[in-house]
């Protein structure tokens, strides 16, 4: 883990976020149950009172909070990789092997004179050379 940046600025920064993140938890769960939001209340409190009085304090919990996002940067990149691979990338292989689908046109065909792609002749427009990208 590369170092990280524990000044009093970004350590309130990191405490307005979780204070806002856990008010915006609070009220959704306001919206839908209309009951049990003490709880998440007093977290986001404590962080913006922590944040604005002693953001000193929030530095163990960012640094706990920051292995955490490295823990789970490490899980969900290994798992949205497997799930890429495993889940779309092997069951069109198998179907092209199913097909016997060659896009490439890899397969040697002897009784070709050349694999040389023939394009179709066009007529020149200097308008073409702009904007080629």
Not at 30 to 36: A, E, W, Y
Not at 57 to 70: D, G, H, N, T
Request: no cysteine; proline share 3%.
């Amino acid at each position: 883990m590369e170092k990280l940046n524990l000044d009093k600025s970004s350590l309130r920064k990191f405490g307005v976020t979780m204070g806002i993140a856990f008010l915006v938890i609070t009220l959704l769960i306001f919206s839908r149950h209309r009951h049990s939001i003490l709880p998440t209340a007093a977290i986001s409190a404590i962080f913006f009172v922590l944040a604005f009085a002693v953001p000193g304090s929030l530095r163990q919990v960012y640094i706990l909070w920051m292995k955490l996002a490295l823990v789970l940067s490490w899980v969900n990149t290994r798992l949205i990789l497997f799930v890429i691979f495993y889940l779309m990338f092997t069951p069109i292989g198998l179907a092209m092997k199913l097909f016997n689908a060659d896009p490439l046109d890899r397969k040697i065909d002897k009784k070709k004179e050349s694999y040389w792609g023939v394009r179709e002749k066009r007529a020149f427009n200097h308008l073409d050379y702009e904007r080629q990208f």
